[in-house]
């Protein structure tokens, strides 16, 4: 049988201290063979004192011993901190990089709480099992090599020992068990504290505007009573087994001391013997040092078993094609997803314009969809709430995968796209975006190529964030985290982002909802104009935008409801209902009663250059 996955993460682990690994391996043979050897060297001083012998080479070598352990005990430390160090940077590296790796489907697994709970606390234990599997192993060296020295001095001490222990051995044995189940435990219901404080944090205006700290700060330590049980249940364990042993270890002194006291009075060993002896049988019966070193091993096996668990997701698998020559025209063939829950991630690292989802389409489900989105045009995706707009907005991309049939674009399916390829292709601007970067520049150039400034500058101009970024304290080098800027603000630089990323497919998922009138009329004109000459997929819940697009796809229960003109499919009762059930009542303004719509063609802004 194979090891388990926690076990093999725990053995990569430690074999990335690298060479340190050796060297704390190195110490801690030192280290042994320099305790085994004092209290025989100890022994042979006391003898040599009572017999007028050879002390001062006695007392030299005990010195030199006593200079050993010290200077490998101090070394010990070094290396096993540079050996963890290493260990956790790559466990921690390999984490960070699955889990972008897996994209969107990430925190639909798991929580992000949780996932920074696992990436920071959970890989800090782990990462010390270097140096532990070393004094695991080590930690066995003293107490056999005790055994054997008592049965050198005289076997009857030897078989003293042995008779009791077994009662050592069903120590460690319930301890093993006891332990394990605390840790797992502990370590679960941690992570749950975790991610119930990043939600609390995510949602910190709508708390206060609720006036329910309080009871927000209740539900977040909720768990605390179990954490305790399990942190209580830990300790009990290692008290418990610390009675114990505290119990056991002295009578197994008390009895061989005994039988050394007679052997001393027969004349079968010396007053030194006794003396090492008395060493020797504390350190055979050693439980406190091994029961630390498998606490740490415990302790990081059960971290590890939360690592692994993450590291078992499958990522999403890219193929090594490239797109013909094309015009960005999308096919959705049979397209079934059952039961999808988050369309858009919270990191962003699924769209190519880096931008983060929208959170998600609440369970929205499409059935054996059909849709054809052609080359070069501006397509309006409507629909009520919850009728597959963004889930269809995230197939576009592959930020998810259907379940079963295809997308493709430009002839070529999504799956066999490589990532760089497909990243190049497609663009995504959402309605929340987050900034990832550390300046302004960095900000709207995140994505799988290197932008020039004037590509920046015009990304911004055409998203209207050029002027508010000019009048930062430096400019388009100004850091985003000391910036404070508005949700409207942070949505044109996310829009931004995604003009200069977006290759052949630009996707907007109802971008639209935090921009003002005139700033919504301008990316309009942008998206007929400048960006005219790349496929659009805007997801609105507007009438108004619905109106300038060249297609409208109406969504309803898991398909295409209708497709068409806007004015050609505001004849439709049911068509009209999709925007007045989202609290949209701009149909008539901008759609007119007839449908007629107001068409904003709108041409070239001058703001934007394509590539």
Known sequence: MGLRAPDRLLLSTARHGGVWVGVTMLMALLLTGASLALPAVMGRTVDAVLSDGDIARWLTLSGLLIFVLVTCEAVDDLVGQVAEARSTAWLRHTLLGHVLALGTRATRRFTPGDLVSRLVGNSARTGNVASGLVWIVMGLVPPLGAIVALALIDYWL???????????????????????????????????IAARLTDALGGIRTITAAGTVDREARRVLAPLPELRRHGLSMWNTVARISASGALVVPLLEVAVLAVAGLALSQGRITAGDVLAASEYVVMAAGIGDVMSSLNQLAQARATAGRIAEVVAEPTVAYGDARLPEGSGRLEFRQVTMRGAGGAGGASGTGGASGASGTGGTGGAVLSGLDLVVPGGALVAVVGRSGSGKSLLAALAGRLVDPDEGEVRLDGVPLRRLGREELRRAVGYGFERPVLLGETFADAIGFGPRPASDQELMAGARAARADAFIRHMPAGYGSRVADTPISGGEAQRVGLARAFVQAGRVLILDDVAASLDTVTEHHISQVLTGALADRTRIVVTHRASTAARADLVVWLADGTVRGRGTHRALWADPAYRAAFQADGVADGGADGGVDGGGVRCDGGPSGSFVPR
Not at 173 to 192: K, M, P, T, W
């Open 158 to 192: 030897c078989l003293t020992f042995l008779a009791g222990m077994p009662l050592v051995v069903l120590l460690v044995r319930a301890f093993l068990r006891d332990i394990s189940d605390a840790n797992e435990g502990y370590f679960r219901v941690q992570g749950s």
